[in-house]
Structure formats: C-alpha cells, structure tokens
C-alpha cells in the first residue's frame, strides 16, 4: 500500500490551455462581480452618492436613483459664462449619460411655471449644460429636475433662493 500512497501523492492533473484558461476567467469573475455590485454601499449596506464641489446645490433624487450636483458658476468648473451645469450620478454613484433632463422652474407665490427656454447639452461623463435658466430671479421659486434614464426615472426638487444660501460640503452622502 505504501507504494500506492506514493503514486498517487504525486501524480499531477493536466488541463488542456483552453480549459485553464475558462476556469481561471469564471473563477475571476466568481470573486470581482459580487465585489463590484456591492463597492457602492456604505456601512450598513446604504448607498452613497458624491458631492464634488463645495459652492454647489447637491440632493440626492426621491427615490434615491440619482444625484444632482448643480454647478452655478466659474468658481470650481469651468462651464462658461451664463449657463449652469448639472453633474448626475446613478445609484452606484457612476456618471449617468445620454438621460433626458426636464427642468421646471415654479413660481411659488402663484404657482405658475417660469417662462424660460432652456437648452440642455449632454457633455458626457454625467455633466450636462443647460443654457437659458435663470436662477437670481427674485421671489421663491420651486426647480424641479426630472432625470430618466432608460426605465428608470426620478426627480429632485431645490426650493430658491433657500437652496442657494446653504451649501453642503464636497464628500459622501447617503439618501
């Protein structure tokens, strides 16, 4: 028997290259995709959601599927004179591209929305432009932003001039 032990002891398992190299590829994906659907969550299993600048309005949407970061001017990000740049993060706190935008901005004195025209550029990397939204308007005003990106759709709702008085500091967020 002893001779047995000993043979099998040190007789090796040969795989074909190809096989070697699917095994290690799903054993690769097995361990990296639970990692990667989970990276976004803080202590407690929340999602987290950046604010990248200090002199911005940040919210996190109503159901907690976006965040909005409204870039008002030059300071921090150059986005050119007279318009306003929005920076949208999905819930895993990645650039969000391509998603319609409707903005609505309200009167709240007489409930009737602001005649603007405004013009909304996709910049990529989640940063869109919009042209032609006036937000030093005088008197409380209500800006809705609704994002859709593809089923998923939410909106976020700032109450001005409230809202550009009170900046939260650049960091993490949970909804």
Request: proline residues 5%; hydrophobic residues 40%; glycine residues 8%.
């Amino acid at each position: 028997m002893p001779e047995l032990k000993h043979i099998l002891l040190t007789r090796t398992i040969k795989i074909p290259l190809p096989a070697a190299f699917i095994l290690v590829l799903v054993l690769g994906l097995i361990y990296t995709v639970p990692l990667y659907a989970h990276e976004n969550q803080a202590a407690g299993g929340k999602k987290t959601f950046t604010k990248h600048f200090q002199e911005t309005l940040f919210d996190i949407t109503e159901h907690a599927a976006f965040s909005v970061e409204v870039l008002l001017d030059d300071r921090e990000y150059k986005i050119g004179k007279g318009v306003v740049g929005i920076v949208i993060h999905d819930d895993k706190d990645s650039d969000v591209k391509g998603a319609g935008i409707t903005v609505v901005q309200k009167n709240l004195d007489t409930g009737e929305s602001v005649p603007e025209t405004i013009t909304i550029t996709d910049k990529d990397n989640g940063l869109y432009i919009l042209s032609g939204l006036n937000l030093e308007r005088q008197g409380r005003r209500e800006l809705s932003i609704s994002i859709k990106k593809g089923n998923v759709r939410d909106s976020v709702t700032f109450i001005l001039p409230d809202a550009l008085k009170k900046h939260y500091p650049k960091g993490k967020y949970t909804p």
